[in-house]
Each structure stands twice: as C-alpha cells, then as structure tokens.
C-alpha cells in the first residue's frame, strides 16, 4: 500500500483574495452565475485562484470543471488524499509547471502529505515512484503506452495497483498535464513567476473580486466560514513549517552520504513553501514530445476513433472502476463542446461546430487519433498558421509558451475567446490521453 495518512481535513486559504484591478466582464443574466461560482470557491479553498478567473469567462464550464477536480481530490475515492496532491506535482513537473506544483505542494502538507516526499521521487513510496514511467509517456507521446505498462504496475507484489487506483491515477495525470496547458497558455505561469501569484498572501489593490464583478458584497455567510477556516488555516502553517524544520534537523546528518536536497524555499513570512527546482520531480528529462508522424510505424499504429472511442468505450471503463468520474468528465466534455463560438466561426467563414471539431480534431491528430469520418484538409482551411503554432505549442510543449503568445495569436481574438481556445485545448489533450491509458488498461484486462 502507498502509506498515505487517509485524512479527510482539507484546510482552506488564509484571505479573501485581492486582485489587481482584473475583472470578468459579463454582461446580463450571466454576470450572477460567475459570481457565485466565484464565491463557491472562495469560500471552499479561501483563495481565487488565476485558473478560475480565466474560466470565469465561461460559468457554464467552470462549474463543470469545479465539480470534476473536486470530486478527483477531495471525495472518496481508491487513492489516499495526500497522494492525489502529489501525483498532481508529479504530472505538472513533467512541463515545469510552478504555479501547479506549489499549489499542490501546499495541499499535500494540509492533507497531512510527509515533507520528505518533497524533497523528489527519491524519497517517495516504490509503488507511488513506479507511476512516473506511465506519467511520462503520457505527458509526451501518450502512443508509446501499452499494456506492459500496466502489467507492470498491476502484477502481484507489495508495491502493486489495484485497477481502481490505477485509473484514479491515470485520470489525475491526464487532468493535470491538459491543466499545464491550460496554465501557460493564459499566462498564468508567468504572472505566477512575476510574483503576482495567487499564492502569495498580499497583492497590489484592495479591491474583492467578488465585489467589483457585480457591485456587491460578497456572501456574507460564505465569507463568515471563510474567515474562521483563515485562522485555523494560519496555526496550521506554522504547525507545517515547524514540521519541515524539524525533519531538515533530523535528517541533516544522514544528507551527507545522499546526493544533495533540491532546492526548496520556507518562506515564513508569506504562504507557502515554495519549490525552486523541479528536477527532484523529473525522470528522463530528455524524453519530451515527438512529432507522431515520426514514430516507428512498426510499432505503434494510427489510434483510429472508431475502435475505441470515449463515448463507447472509456466512458464506461472509468465509471466502472471509480465511480462517477465517467459521468463527470462526460459533462466536462460536453460543456466545453456546447460553448458559442460563433464570433470566431464567423471570421473563417465557418459554422462554429465547423471551427470548434477543426481544433479539436487537430489536436487529436497530433497525438496519433483520427476520425475516419473527417476530412482533415478541412484543419489547412479554417484554422490560420498562426493559431495553428499557437495551439501545437501549447498542447505539446507548453513550457515553451511565451508570455506573449496569448495576446499576440489571433489579435482579432477577444480575451474571452482566447480562453475558449485554450478550454478546447485543454479536453481535447486530456482526452486524447485517457483515450490511450484507457485502451492499454482494456487490452490488459482482456488479455
């Protein structure tokens, strides 16, 4: 068994969060809905985080989202809470991801996660450390997985997965190397590396997001309970960084015949424990991205829709084995799929199903999956080279984003609408990657 304390506390954020003038515009009926899921989280994780101001732009997905990522982290489920926050910081080192590894740095030590495990994947459980094989085919050339990989891991030992775990593992990975893109994407890595990060404790301004996105008050019942988990919140950090301190006194001796800690930062006057080198979380650094089209064609075939399919086949698989996560990743998919887009669509000369299955489908086609059904000159036709680059960076390489890539591609594009491409990007790969964990863990079982 991976040795996790099964705790159920989640303890919440230390303040309301105070933004730099940034408001989600909405106009109408929608501008209650955003604020309320604003709220929501706020209140249940005490803090705004950049992502979900982004998705705000899109209430109708941010509560699918919402309810997808809670459910993977904080609901029951085959996998010790602890280990679902470190599987996240496992996925996202994968693109050196900053703002997601430090968020999830933090939720494992208020899970009750050991601060040795922070220290990398060496000093780490063999049956959570045997993931990091599956995390990194996935994160790169998700065609490569087979299912050797999941024999393996499944084989009879003390360090085995149950298939339950195991899909509750695969469905974290794909979320959070898909979210990695999302992040740099919209910029919020590098406003996190700018030292605007959500993390941080204070901010420019003094203004509450949830006030200014309709000129009222926040919930006060909502922030009520917010305050009071704020001071709970404020002993407990300090019970965490006494713990750290401790541990680095016990250990200090023993470091001198182990190759030396990765560099982590204890910032006691600010909020979190702060990550400055994700090498500790990375294996094989050199093995990223690889143009599908250049693969061994002897080994691994066009991954066609038409014989495994989410909708008839994965689907199924998940809510089979972790229950209720098909239905909501269904949702997800579906959301994102229902949203307008029809202002984009128009400029191509397209209809906005036509525009919104062109990114999708190419996406796809990078990782290897094709639809019989399309006609894929169809992807030359309606989407720009431009946005084409845009879109291939971000889905394969997304730590190479450049800050200015989001306001630069497509300056035609609203705020808004940059966002909806990046959602597209985001289901389109986290997909695309269950689509292959998911057959490799069919093949196994019919073996």
């Known amino acids: 068994m991976i040795l996790c304390p099964p705790s159920t506390e989640h303890p919440r954020g230390n303040q309301c969060q105070r933004l730099q003038g940034q408001v989600v515009k909405m106009s109408g009926s929608d501008q209650e809905r955003p604020q309320f899921l604003f709220v929501k989280a706020l209140a249940s994780r005490g803090r705004l985080e950049a992502v979900t101001q982004q998705m705000g732009y899109h209430p109708q997905y941010l509560d699918s989202f919402l309810k997808m990522q809670h459910y993977l982290l904080h609901m029951d489920g085959p996998l010790p809470f602890a280990c679902r926050h470190y599987i996240a910081i496992m996925a996202a080192a994968r693109h050196q991801c900053w703002y997601l590894v430090n968020l999830h740095m933090l939720q494992f030590l208020r899970v009750g996660g050991d601060p040795q495990w922070l220290r990398g994947l060496d000093f780490i459980p063999p049956k959570l450390r045997n993931l990091n094989e599956i995390n990194k085919i996935l994160a790169h050339r998700p065609w490569l997985i087979s299912k050797e990989h999941i024999e393996k891991l499944l084989k009879i030992s003390e360090q085995s997965w149950s298939l339950a775990e195991l899909v509750h593992a695969v469905v974290l990975v794909a979320h959070y190397h898909a979210l990695a893109s999302f992040v740099f994407g919209c910029g919020c890595e590098q406003e996190w590396l700018d030292g605007r990060s959500i993390l941080k404790s204070t901010l420019p301004g003094n203004q509450c997001f949830c006030e200014s996105a309709s000129g009222n008050s926040c919930n006060l019942e909502l922030l009520h309970i917010n305050r009071k988990r704020s001071l709970d919140s404020c002993v407990e950090l300090e019970s965490l960084r006494e713990r750290i301190q401790r541990i680095h006194l016990e250990t200090e001796g023993r470091e001198e015949t182990r190759p030396p ?110 639809y019989d059904d399309y006609d894929y000159a169809e992807v030359n036709h309606f989407l720009e080279r431009m946005l084409k680059v845009y879109i291939k960076t971000v889905t394969c390489y997304p730590e190479k984003t450049n800050p200015e890539m989001f306001s630069r591609f497509w300056k035609q594009f609203k705020h808004g609408e940059k966002v909806h491409v990046n959602l597209l990007i985001l289901e389109a790969r986290m997909q695309a990657e269950l689509l292959y964990a998911l057959q490799a863990i069919t093949q196994y079982m019919i073996s």
Not at 286 to 315: K, L, M, P
Request: some cysteine.
């Open 261 to 370: 800690p990765q560099d982590r930062e204890e910032d006691f006057d600010g909020e979190i424990v702060r990550a400055t080198d994700l090498s500790c979380y990375v294996q094989d650094p050199n093995f990223g991205y690889q143009d599908f089209a250049r693969r061994d064609e002897e080994q691994t075939q066009i991954f066609r829709v038409q014989d495994y399919s989410w909708e008839d086949h994965g689907f199924s698989l998940v809510n089979r084995l972790y229950s209720d996560v098909g239905h909501l990743l269904d949702e997800k998919f579906r959301t994102v799929d229902s949203l307008q887009s029809n202002a984009m669509a128009r400029r191509q000369g397209c209809e906005s199903s036509v525009f919104k299955r062109g990114i999708w489908n190419y996406i796809h086609c990078m990782f290897g999956i094709r």
